[in-house]
């Protein structure tokens, strides 16, 4: 099992501003990674600090108000037909009490992109099983609730992927006059297979001129049945086949059809002169290698 911690502070409020009027789920949407953000009441700011950003002699600032889910993404293995309850914790670092309501949604792909599909609307619903314990939680500020989910794998599953979601229907105020509420939700993957295979795309050049930064891209699709997350490296050759430099590739998560576009950025100016790109992507002991070669002029 895997955990990340996913936590959302008021830094967010800005970017958010335009759909803070759709429903839960529009929001739930927008952001697409699971994401919720809250408003916080302008007597939040800092004590020292002005409504202009000017800065006075003052104690630190206290972190910011925040809402926190955790783990934000369980990997579980499993066989259709099998149960399995996992443990799902939200933390209130606001001075509001929410409450949350419990409920599941399928995650789908359609055209290489996850979509969000309410329980049973799909064949073979894995969030249609969705059990959570208890229901619905009040969370006090400053404190947590955990609550346990346990699904049940159909025996002919569509998908391999739901989301836990915390729903609000508390509201908060934010400094515009706007009411929002709060949506979060933990990612459940399910591998049921070793039918794992991933496909990529010639490279893509960003930044060939000299004196800039090269970006190496390559889109991968996630073309077997199971979950997936390749990470690997960008290595850069000469003209003669000397090693210049290497680079990572952030690791990322596919679903089955899912397609995303994997990047490394070499840190350095290169030189002029001919080159060749190898982005050489790895996952659960299989290697997939691609090669261009390209110019600075």
Request: proline share 8%; hydrophobic share 45%.
């Amino acid at each position: 099992m895997k955990t990340n911690n996913i936590n959302f502070t008021t830094s967010h409020l800005r970017a958010a501003v335009g759909s803070i009027r759709q429903t839960w789920l529009g929001v739930l949407l927008a952001v697409a990674a699971l994401a919720v953000t809250m408003a916080a009441p302008p007597a939040l700011f800092a004590a020292g600090q002005t409504g202009t950003g000017q800065q006075l002699d003052a104690p630190p600032a206290e972190p910011a108000p925040s809402l926190t889910i955790s783990p934000g993404v369980i990997m579980v293995q499993a066989q259709p037909g099998q149960g399995t309850t996992q443990d799902v914790s939200i933390s209130n670092l606001t001075p509001v009490e929410f409450k949350f309501d419990l409920e599941a949604m399928d995650v789908a792909v359609r055209d290489g992109k996850r979509v969000f599909v309410p329980a049973g609307e799909m064949p073979g619903s894995i969030a249609r099983t969705a059990v959570f314990s208890p229901a619905s939680v009040v969370v006090p500020p400053g404190s947590s609730a955990t609550v346990h989910v346990t699904v049940t794998i159909p025996e002919n599953p569509a998908m391999r992927a739901i989301v836990a979601v915390f729903r609000s229907n508390t509201k908060v105020q934010s400094p515009n006059g706007f009411a929002m509420t709060a949506s979060l939700g933990a990612l459940m993957t399910f591998t049921l297979s070793k039918t794992l295979q991933i496909e990529g795309s010639p490279l893509h050049f960003d930044g060939v001129s000299q004196g800039s930064n090269l970006v190496v891209s390559e889109s991968v699709t996630n073309t077997g049945n199971e979950p997936v997350i390749p990470n690997g490296v960008v290595a850069i050759l000469n003209s003669t086949g000397k090693l210049v430099g290497k680079v990572p590739v952030e690791a990322m998560r596919l679903l089955p059809g899912e397609r995303l576009e994997f990047k490394a950025e070499y840190p350095s100016a290169l030189q002029s002169g001919k080159y060749r790109a190898l982005m050489t992507l790895e996952h659960d002991g299989t290697v997939l290698t691609t090669s261009s070669a390209f110019e600075i002029p």
